[in-house]
């Protein structure tokens, strides 16, 4: 398995933007498809955003799809998550993680499918 560490998170004002990465451990990071997921207080997890092993194919959710892009840099073993045009309710823990895949551009929306998570890091948005 891989190791994920998040950073990026903080305090933002409504409309304001962030940008989180995760940093990945091993030597096998492009072996792994990618995805943010998001929990708030008092909800369950939720999907966000994944990509696939080679970055060519990404998958939103409606709520974030023209505000949020993800990115991967396998060279740097890191994905990253640009957060614009942020709002109250993208308030959350972001959590990343990681799912082995032998396909190039397999996206994954489930959680079951990953196997690897981070600790999370806090986004706050402020009205």
């Known amino acids: 398995q891989v190791q994920l560490v998040e950073s990026g998170g903080g305090l933002v004002q409504a409309g304001g933007s962030l940008r989180l990465s995760c940093a990945a451990s091993g030597r096998t990071f492009s072996s792994y498809a990618m995805a943010w997921f998001r929990q708030a207080p008092g909800k369950e997890r939720e999907f966000v955003v994944a990509?696939?092993?080679?970055?060519?194919?990404?998958y939103y959710a409606n709520t974030v799809k023209g505000r949020f892009t993800i990115s991967r840099d396998n060279g740097k073993n890191t994905v990253y998550l640009q957060m614009n045009s942020l709002k109250p309710e993208d308030t959350a823990v972001y959590y990343c993680?990681?799912?082995?895949?032998?396909?190039?551009?397999?996206?994954?929306?489930?959680?079951?499918?990953?196997?690897?998570w981070g600790q999370g890091t806090q986004v706050t948005v402020s009205s």
């Open positions: 990509i696939s092993r080679s970055g060519g194919t990404t």
């Open positions: 993680a990681a799912s082995p895949t032998t396909s190039s551009n397999g996206v994954y929306y489930n959680a079951p499918s990953y196997g690897s």
